[in-house]
């Protein structure tokens, strides 16, 4: 089809993008600022059952992968567990996130991409009419006809962006996850817990977030994050605590034992503009209530992939209108259930650690809720009549989880309601609609 397309940044999103196009004929190159191994934060991800194949992976392209397995719940004060059992053939799958690098790496490759590693994208290349038309990288101007923005959080490509492509959005409370993840030898003689299965503590000593511990592999798997700064110290302190209530985890380090920051907030309103488009943690993909975002990077890579592969066989140009149905089809398949998820995750993150245990304790939270990132949280009138009279010593809480569930369904219809077609006017009229429900 014989354009180019440049991608900054080796997200996963970018790369299954490249790799698509590549195979019709368009010339695609990746820009990535680290290191071929430096690629892949040093832990496990979880991703969809089916996320090989809407990457388009060959069986001899997969990568090895175990079943996520079930997860029990604590309250702050660590009692009233709630188990979440996933049904057998349901289980997510997780996958070491290097072995996921170098699936996709391989497969852009094989498809004819060229990835350039070291190479550090210092913003996007504007063209005489204020739109763009290429990359900087290092010092240098690349150009195409169709950037690929998947430089993760706070991109340098969209921050660069002009002012009137209107696509800055803040990352205000509630809207990084600061982790620290770690994985630890056991220690000798300790009885370990069932393998697999994920240990989750809310507002664990506190902090503003959550903590987990799982055995995987032989290894304690330990992980604290916080919406709120989370500085070495804090993180092995809560280290320290885990073990009081896991003795098993030992004293060595395995792997890991860095801190990371993923976006949490919903998915941005805008992610396309004339010869650009934006993937993954650019532009937010992450499920905001765990942080997990492989698969929806994936998916956001193969739309766009197939938008942009319409338009050039329709003979038309990567501009806003066009590439706007990736948007559309992005929010219908993953887009609208992050903004229902955001909208629960701030009301959980904003009760005070007493009501979480009430909730836990009387039931208000059950695995129902918990489970499957609070996308089964929904109240039909016995339950809810059940939850007010269990939670009659909290009713202000209570009627904000109830308010927090009506804005959450509102909040996910707002977002499947987005305009059909690109019209500017009614696109900012949706964008401050869908803001104002998740501000």
């Known amino acids: 089809m014989g354009k180019k397309i440049i991608v900054a940044g080796a997200g996963h999103g970018g790369l299954v993008a490249a790799a698509h196009l590549a195979r019709l004929g368009c010339e695609c190159e990746v820009f990535e600022k680290k290191r071929r191994d430096e690629l892949g934060y040093d832990w496990t991800d979880t991703i969809g059952r089916n996320t090989f194949d809407i990457a388009g992976f060959a069986d001899n392209e997969r990568g090895a992968v175990t079943l996520r397995k079930n997860s029990t719940f604590y309250a702050p004060n660590r009692k009233t567990p709630v188990e979440y059992n996933v049904s057998p ?103 370990t817990p069932q393998m697999g299965r994920f240990n989750i503590y809310f507002k664990f000593m506190g902090i503003k977030g959550i903590a987990w511990y799982k055995v995987s592999e032989g290894m304690a798997d330990f992980l604290v994050g916080s919406v709120e700064p989370l500085d070495p110290d804090t993180a092995q302190a809560a280290l320290r605590e885990m073990r009081k209530v896991h003795p098993e985890i030992g004293g060595r380090l395995l792997r890991g034992g860095r801190i990371n920051d993923i976006p949490i907030r919903s998915t941005h309103t805008l992610l396309v503009g004339n010869r650009y488009a934006a993937v993954g943690d650019a532009v937010s993909m992450p499920d905001p209530m765990n942080g997990s975002g492989i698969t929806n990077a994936v998916k956001a890579g193969a739309l766009l992939a197939e938008t942009a592969a319409g338009l050039l066989r329709e003979g038309r140009p990567f501009d806003t209108a066009g590439l706007w149905d990736y948007q559309v089809r992005y929010y219908k398949s993953a887009a609208h259930k992050a903004a229902a998820i955001c909208v629960l995750k701030n009301c959980l993150l904003s009760f005070s650690p007493e009501v979480l245990n009430f909730f836990f304790d009387k039931k208000i939270l059950t695995a129902k809720e918990l489970g499957g990132s609070g996308q089964a949280m929904k109240m039909d009138k016995a339950e809810l009549t059940g939850k007010i009279r269990r939670g009659i010593g909290r009713p202000l809480s209570l ?41």
């Open 89 to 191: 053939g349901r289980e997510a799958l997780e996958i070491e996130r290097k072995t996921m690098y170098d699936c996709l790496i391989a497969h852009a490759e094989n498809a004819g991409v060229r990835i350039h590693y070291s190479a550090v994208v210092q913003g996007p290349l504007p063209d005489a009419e204020g739109g763009v038309r290429g990359l900087k990288v290092d010092g240098r101007e690349e150009e195409a006809d169709l950037v690929v923005d998947s430089a993760g959080l706070f991109s340098p490509v969209m921050a660069g962006l002009p002012a009137h492509y209107r696509m800055a959005e803040p990352y205000g409370e509630n809207s990084v996850f600061h982790v620290y993840r770690g994985y630890y030898d056991l220690a000798e003689g300790a009885d």
């Open 399 to 439: 009627l904000k989880l109830k308010k927090a569930v009506e804005t959450s369904k509102e909040a996910k219809n707002t977002a499947l309601a987005i305009p059909e077609t690109y019209d500017a006017d009614a696109v900012e009229a949706w964008r401050a609609k869908l803001n104002a429900l998740l501000a």
